[in-house]
């Protein structure tokens, strides 16, 4: 019965890490910061998935691709402001990025966009 306690205490605390890291990552993502907040969202997706955190997890797989359109669509907005071939090419990149999260989580909405973006050359 010991070692069942231990892991329920072990799965709560990764429940509060994960859901804290959760919350960050939105705060990061809500002032744009957007490769702060995908690096955080896959920390708290690793130990979601490695704890069996399906609500967790669900959350992040469903929030994670829409973070990486919204860099993409950040990259493209300094791109229509600088017009250099550097803010292209990184807008391009987001794109891809955003592209193969979208496939990764299953979200045709943002794999759509991106393609489209791509395709047109952003």
Known sequence: MLGTA???????E????????????QELAGSNDFDGAIQLY???????RENGLNDITDLIEERLPRVYGSRASSSYRTYQSER???????????????QEAAAEFG????????RGAIGSGC
């Open 6 to 12: 231990e892991i329920t205490q072990a799965q709560d």
């Open 14 to 25: 990764a429940r509060v890490q994960a859901i804290e890291m959760y919350n960050n990552a």
């Open 42 to 48: 896959r920390s708290a997706l690793e130990i979601s």
């Open 84 to 98: 250099t071939i550097s803010a292209i090419d990184t807008a391009i990149e987001d794109f891809k990025a955003s």
């Open 107 to 114: 979200n045709q909405q943002v794999e759509q966009q991106a």
